[in-house]
């Protein structure tokens, strides 16, 4: 089980940290990511971190900054944004995967096995 917290409504330029606890696993099995589904969109990935932290991937829209961490001692991730935009809107949902391998987590979309439900972000000008 996914949950994730953290949004909330923020200026332009401002920072908002995103979390996500999981339960009934063992965490460090799962390699985790963001996505996010803004109004009339279809859902986005955003980010993704392998199982150890070693390999990380953002997409380009927000590569520079947010950052995806993990700490495998709390069953969390985290998910900082900065220098948050308006077009950052959204509904933000962690997911994990068993099975993906930590190289290619560029291809994390097809390999998400659980979903935590979403936390609104949204970011006025």
């Known amino acids: 089980q996914l949950q994730a917290f953290g949004g909330g409504s923020v200026q332009a330029g401002e920072s908002l940290r995103l979390s996500c606890a999981i339960s009934?696993?063992?965490?460090?099995?799962?390699?985790m990511g963001w996505f996010r589904q803004a109004p009339g969109k279809e859902r986005e990935f955003v980010a993704a971190i392998g199982r150890r932290s070693v390999n990380i991937y953002y997409v380009d829209s927000i590569k520079g900054r947010f950052t995806i961490s993990r700490d495998n001692a709390k069953n969390m991730v985290y998910l900082q944004m900065d220098s948050l935009k308006p077009e950052d809107t959204a509904v933000y949902y962690c997911?994990?995967?068993?099975?993906?391998?930590?190289?290619?987590?560029?291809?994390?979309?097809?390999?998400?096995?659980?979903w935590g439900q979403g936390t609104q972000v949204t970011v006025s000008s």
């Open positions: 997911a994990a995967s068993r099975s993906i391998p930590s190289q290619s987590l560029r291809l994390f979309t097809g390999y998400v096995h659980f």
């Open positions: 009934g696993g063992t965490f460090t099995n799962y390699a």
